[in-house]
């Protein structure tokens, strides 16, 4: 009964300790930034996923049709054309999360 009534008062004085400290630090952003390896691999991926897209495509319908290089060669530029713009996209994309980050940067070095 005796170490009950300690640890009671114990956990919630540690607990206010912590909420105490938590509130005094400020707040660190999570750094979600990618390695240039890492981005330049993914683009990469992104472009070979289309081309190999739209190759399997055109020999599917080439085969199917008994046509043999039309629709590869038109489906793997189309194949090639998406993966550009998944790439492009991609690109936007982690150019507005850095923008987005700086933006933040200097606006808290504005505040304080």
Do not use: C, H
Request: no cysteine; glycine share 10%.
């Amino acid at each position: 009964m005796g170490e009950d009534d300690t640890e009671n008062p114990l956990r919630s004085l540690e607990e206010k300790i912590e909420a105490a400290k938590k509130a005094v630090e400020p707040e660190q952003p999570v750094q979600n930034k990618f390695s240039a390896a890492e981005v330049g691999w993914r683009m990469i991926i992104e472009l070979t996923a289309g081309v190999f897209i739209g190759f399997g495509l055109g020999y599917g319908l080439d085969f199917l049709f008994d046509t043999k290089p039309v629709f590869i060669l038109i489906l793997t530029l189309f194949g090639f054309a998406a993966g550009v713009k998944t790439m492009m996209r991609s690109a936007r994309d982690l150019q507005d999360k850095e923008l987005a980050a700086q933006f933040s940067k200097e606006e808290d070095g504005i505040d304080g």
